[in-house]
């Protein structure tokens, strides 16, 4: 594919759980930093959390709002990038994306959804 897919998205309650999955695009070697974007209904798109590549495998970066709460996970032979998000709260609602660290705009998939409500 020429852009990343994400996938595992869906109605959660506050406290929940869930994992989310991307699948990066054939043209992106390992070497790549990847990370997990997202936005909130009216909001700008921003950064979640990243990760490092094959290189520098054990580097990951959080933004504060989800920081001891998300885990970003790679499994380089499958080119996937995982997100485990846990404790999650209403203001975590919004279209989760993957994407290159800076975003490359031709790789912007069509992200998935995550609605945390009760």
């Known amino acids: 594919q020429a852009h990343f897919v994400e996938s595992g998205g869906g109605l959660v309650q506050p406290g929940g759980s869930l994992t989310l999955s991307c699948a990066a695009p054939?043209?992106?070697?390992?070497?790549?930093?990847v990370g997990w974007y997202r936005q909130a209904p009216g909001k700008a798109r921003e950064p979640v959390a990243h990760?490092?590549?094959?290189?520098?495998?054990?580097?990951?970066s959080y933004q504060p709002p989800v920081k001891g709460r998300f885990t970003i996970s790679r499994d380089f032979a499958k080119k996937l990038v995982y997100l485990q998000m846990n404790r999650l709260n209403a203001e975590d609602t919004a279209v989760y994306y993957c994407?290159?660290?800076?975003?490359?705009?031709?790789?912007w998939g069509q992200g998935t959804q995550v609605t945390v409500s009760s």
């Open positions: 990760i490092g590549g094959d290189t520098n495998p054990n580097w990951n």
């Open positions: 994407n290159l660290l800076p975003p490359q705009d031709n790789f």
């Open positions: 054939g043209s992106i070697g390992s070497t790549y930093v």
